[in-house]
């Protein structure tokens, strides 16, 4: 059945009226809040943002000291190696004279005596050796300074290479009565003849 609506025409007009101007305020109250919604939901992620920022910030600055300190290291390990370069080069031909000097005086010949050592540290033109000794003696026969010869040859001396009796020439004894030989001989050192100072002045440095 058609219905019927009883009232006047500028009622029903009104009410149509009203019921747009509802819809608009919906409408509008719908739009409001989805913007209101956006905004919370922004402001949120804005404020996440800036936190991890600010996080990041933060171990940056954390990494940025550690980078310096591994700076002043890298400075420090670099001073290290550059002095004991230094030492190393310094002490590359240093001759333990005192366990040299040691080993002759427990070597010796018993009929050998030494009067004179003169010992010099420096390579020279000869390759493998280091230094070079001279040595001003006395023996009883001339056996004895063959003695010396053969003394320093040996395992013994494993710093010494190359001796050589460069004189040997008769003399009168202390007595005045008996005729000894002296003798003067040279030999060269080689790496053996190396002190360990190197070693104990610089350091072994891990890591």
Do not use: C, H
């Amino acid at each position: 059945m058609r219905p019927i609506n009883l009232l006047p025409r500028e009622d029903r007009g009104a009410a149509a009226a009203r019921r747009r101007v509802l819809l608009v305020v919906a409408v509008g109250f719908v739009y409001v809040a989805g913007l209101a919604a956006l905004t919370v939901m922004w402001n949120g992620k804005v404020e996440a943002a800036e936190d991890r920022l600010a996080d990041q910030q933060a171990r940056n600055a954390t990494l940025q000291a550690e980078v310096s300190a591994l700076s002043a290291a890298d400075e420090l390990r670099l001073e290290y190696q550059e002095n004991a370069a230094l030492t190393a080069e310094v002490l590359s031909d240093d001759v333990a004279w005192g366990r040299l000097l040691n080993d002759f005086g427990r070597l010796i010949p018993e009929r050998v005596w030494l009067e004179n050592f003169v010992g010099a540290a420096g390579a020279g033109d000869v390759a493998g050796v280091v230094g070079r000794i001279t040595v001003a003696g006395t023996g009883f026969e001339f056996a004895d300074v063959s003695a010396w010869l053969r003394s320093l040859d040996e395992a013994r001396f494993p710093g010494v290479i190359g001796s050589w009796v460069t004189n040997a020439t008769e003399a009168q004894g202390l007595d005045g009565e008996d005729t000894v030989i002296s003798f003067s001989s040279t030999a060269g050192l080689t790496d053996a003849a190396i002190s360990n100072r190197v070693q104990e002045r610089v350091p072994e440095v891990s890591g």
